[in-house]
């Protein structure tokens, strides 16, 4: 293996990039279980180094998963895709530490995971079921329980950063006012069940949240909890085209980030925003207005840490 020239490595869990160059040495790596198939990380990839699989579909239900590959001859390790990743597939290390290269360098902003909680309102309630639909198991807890198993007391409860994923299932089911979460992605979501195949529940196998529910005879979706990230249109057997509106539609309208001012980010929001939609949102006519406008705002848009 020549000294800087990248490989890549491939489990049954895990895909890693390595580059080892004289004094840095550079890892990109995809946790499949983490990864959702939204293909975020492809849309934004400035080299087309990632590309994603077909979703295998059988009765309805997903048999397969989308998974994305990445090519070692094409990455530049700049770490976009990492960024906004939605679920934290995707991390990168350099050195052995975790580094993201494109916001060291403040190409990139870094994306608003706001997550607070107060343990002294969950401890004066009893009740749990927040915290076991986690859907990724972020919120830890130490949970008393008689001898039948009623819970007595829960204390000690606390949200591990690096798994959650601003989902607001805890701020919006968990005790009131005892977690505050800010999404870093903004949009909308549309549902039409009437276009839905019977049976189907394809979008509600692949969504990380579980904002897509299925009851037995139709899915239903939940926009509190949404991420925006597509990962449901990408499943989805009946699509939308130029002529009709799919089962299933999400428009991406923005990020929540800090200030940056770069021309990559700007590259990156063209790809991944839908310009025409959140200048609706603003009532902006005019398309060079309108995307003027909506840019300014996207790359300024903050909230307070």
């Known amino acids: 293996m020549g000294r800087g020239k990248p490989t890549k490595s491939d489990t049954p869990t895990r895909q890693a990039l390595l580059r080892p160059m ?10 499949y279980d983490k990864c959702c198939g939204c293909k975020m990380c492809v849309t934004v990839c400035p080299q087309e180094a990632i590309s994603i699989s077909e979703v295998v579909l059988a009765d309805g239900r997903v048999q397969a998963k989308p ?16 960024v906004v990743c939605p679920t934290h597939a995707l991390s990168e290390t350099v050195n052995g530490e975790p580094e ?27 009740e749990t079921a927040y915290i076991d639909d986690c859907p990724v198991g972020a919120i830890k807890a130490d949970v008393r329980r008689d001898e039948d198993g009623n819970v007595l007391a829960v204390e000690n409860v606390e949200v591990e950063r690096a798994t959650c994923i ?12 005892a977690f ?5 992605y903004k949009g909308r979501t549309g549902l039409d069940v009437s276009l839905c195949p019977e049976g189907c529940q394809a979008c509600a196998d692949v969504c990380p949240t579980h904002c897509i529910t299925w009851d037995g005879k139709q899915v239903a979706l939940d926009e509190r909890f949404c991420l925006f990230c597509g990962a449901c249109e990408e499943v989805c057997p009946v699509p939308a085209s130029e002529d009709t509106t799919g089962a299933i539609r999400i428009v991406r309208t923005g990020f929540v980030h800090l200030p940056v001012e770069s021309a990559a980010w700007t590259a990156a929001l063209d790809k991944l925003v839908s310009f025409r939609e959140a200048a609706r949102e603003l009532d902006i006519k005019g398309q060079v207005k309108r995307r003027k406008v909506v840019a300014e705002r996207l790359l300024g848009e903050m909230v307070d840490k």
């Open 67 to 82: 998974r994305i590959d990445m090519d070692p001859d094409k990455c530049s390790f700049c770490g976009e895709c990492v």
């Open 180 to 184: 505050t979460i800010v999404k870093p």
């Open 22 to 31: 004289i004094t840095r040495r550079y890892e990109l790596a995809v946790e």
């Open 100 to 126: 993201i290269p494109v916001i060291k360098g403040q190409a990139f902003p870094v994306l608003v995971r706001k997550v607070t909680v107060k343990p002294e309102i969950c401890a004066a309630s009893t």
């Open 166 to 177: 601003n989902c607001t299932h805890c701020m919006e089911e968990g005790p009131r006012g």
